[in-house]
Every structure is written in structure tokens, then in C-alpha cells.
């Protein structure tokens, strides 16, 4: 799909200078910029490369004022970075723009559906289940019964929904992720086996939420594992049931939430942390990455470590351990002029 630079003028409220005809069909970085490309200059670091780009349009700062002879064509805007997020924004929402029912996929008995749903080939959905209106779900995936999606919805490529879960309005769930599968609940048995306990469960999404890649949510044994509205989880997150996390939180990847562990709003979690279960996390805790959580958190803690403490007094205490050879050589000579 082609853009004239007075389109996109036009979408960003800016003004043209040099050819309002100039036609582009991707996007890219200014430096690496070639004919029939849209790119932007925000940052002064890259001015230089406005001059030698081979961009065919690039968004800049109304305050701009070249040094040399351009031959790209401008859009000069209020702010150049808002104005290029703004574009991204839209060509994502026309990239998205699909509605129709592709072959071959399975719709079961019960089913009810919005207007301008896109369901890709070779997706199944199961019986009873409601879908709100523009949702779009990408080949491959499957949604269990008795599942509820809300409005907007995104689902890409092999997403798997198990049954009796709920999803929330604008939630984007990335590929390779599963929602609402079996919880981790085994009982040992005399003969030194173990006993499944069934997860009969299930999980709730609230709205807002984005899911990244090959994440994980599991049904709760009994009630509902919750992700609350507002959360974003990165790619390869496993949350076990009966997990709850609190509005807006954010949580990067490879984090690990063990079962029954609740956490509150606002929290800011770093890659490759692991939480114990039955934990309760306050509201707006920050924890560095790699940390491993065993105790339950106050509101407002900001802590590293794994054990986890204090991130201070880590800091403070991890410039003590580099030393620690050095420690421990001086205490040796001291010991030998005993």
C-alpha cells in the first residue's frame, strides 16, 4: 500500500516541503533509508544522516532548518517522534484490518460473533462461545468452549484459548501463547507416584491486557487465575493458577509466578525473576531482574537479589563481594603478623 507525502501530511496535521506527490511504501530507519521509504529525525545525534539519506520522505521537527541541500522530501510536524508513533499506529491498524471467515476452519454449535470478525484458515471454535465485535483471530488458533472474548481483540497466529476462559476488550495475545491450561497440581501417593487434583478453574483476562509470545496462564484449581486490566507480559512468562496480578502491571521475560501468589497494581517486574507461591506483593514494587522472591513484599519495595532484598543495600553489598578476595587475602596477612 503507497502513501503520497500530502496524505500523510494530512493524517499528522503537517506541513509538505518539497514534493507533496513523493510516494512511499515502507518504512525505515534514517540511516538505512532507500527509495520509497518513509523514515523520521527526532533525535539531533542523527541529523547528519537527513543529508545522505535515500528516504523518499522523512518527518521532521517544524523547528528544522537544513544546513545543506535535501533531496528528500519533509513533513515538518509539531514533534517529529509523536508524529512518526502516531504513523506506525496507523499502518498498524490498516495491517490488522481484516474481517471475513477463511477455509478451512471450524465454527461449533452455540457461537456467537460481533460484526467484522476475522477468523483465519485452519482455526477451530468450540461450542457456546461469544466474540465481540472486530476481533480478529489468526490462523491456527483454537478457542475452547465456553470462552468469552471481548471487543477488539487481537489473537495471532497459534494462540490456543482453553475452555471457560474470559477475555476482556482490546487485549492482544501474541503467537505460541496458552491461556487456560492445567494448573501444576499433583499429590503424592504412599507408592511414591503422584496423583493429579483436578483444575477445574478457569482463567479471567480484564481488558487492556497484551500478552507477548509462547507465554503461559494456567486455570486455577478451583476459582480463577486473574490477570487484571491494564498488565503487559513480555514473551515466555508462566503464570500458575490461581495467580493474580494487579492493574498496570508489567512483567518482562522469562519471569516465573508460582501458584497463589498475588500481585499488586503498578509493579515493575525484570526479566528471569522467579516468585515462590502464596506470596503477596504490594502495589508499585519494583524488582530487579534475576531476582527470586520468597517472602511476601510492601507496598512501594524496590528489591534484587536471590535471595531478594533491599536493592540498596545490594548494591552496597555486591561492591563488598567483588572485593571479597582481596578481603579475604588482607585478613589472611593480618592473621600471619599475629
Known sequence: MKF?????????????????????????????????????LANPKYTNFIYSTQATIAIVNASFVPEQEIT????????????????????????????????PSVISEGVTYGTDLYLGSFCYVGKNVSIGNNVKIYPNSFIG??????????????????????????????????????????????????KKVPQIGNVIIE???EIGACTTVDRATLGATIIRKGVKLDNHIQVAHNVEIGENTVIAAHTAIAGSTKLGKNCMIGGQVGFAGHLTIGDRVKIQGQSG???????????????????GDFAK?????????????????????Q
Open 145 to 194: 468452549d465456553n470462552v468469552t472474548i471481548g471487543d477488539n481483540c487481537v489473537f495471532f497466529a497459534g494462540v490456543r484459548i482453553y475452555s471457560e476462559s474470559i477475555i476482556g476488550a482490546n487485549c492482544t495475545i501474541h503467537s505460541g501463547t496458552i491461556i487456560g491450561p492445567d494448573g501444576f497440581g499433583f499429590a503424592p501417593q504412599e507408592d511414591g507416584t503422584y
Open 317 to 337: 553489598s555486591f561492591v563488598h563481594f567483588k572485593n571479597l578476595p582481596k578481603i579475604v587475602s588482607e585478613i589472611e596477612q593480618l592473621k600471619k603478623q
Open 207 to 209: 481488558d487492556d491486557v
Open 72 to 103: 528528500t522530501t519533509l513533513i515538518k510536524v509539531e514533534d517529529a517522534y509523536q508524529s512518526f508513533s502516531k504513523l506506525l499506529e496507523y499502518y498498524n491498524q490498516i495491517k490488522l484490518m481484516k474481517s471475513g471467515i477463511e477455509q
Open 4 to 40: 503520497t507525502a500530502a496524505q500523510i501530511a494530512g493524517i499528522l496535521e503537517g506541513e509538505v516541503v518539497g514534493n507533496p506527490n513523493a510516494e512511499v511504501y515502507k518504512l525505515s530507519k534514517i540511516e538505512e533509508g532507500t527509495e520509497g521509504s518513509l523514515t523520521f
Open 293 to 311: 522472591i520468597g517472602k511476601n513484599l510492601a507496598d512501594d519495595e524496590v528489591v534484587q537479589g536471590s535471595p531478594a532484598f533491599n536493592y
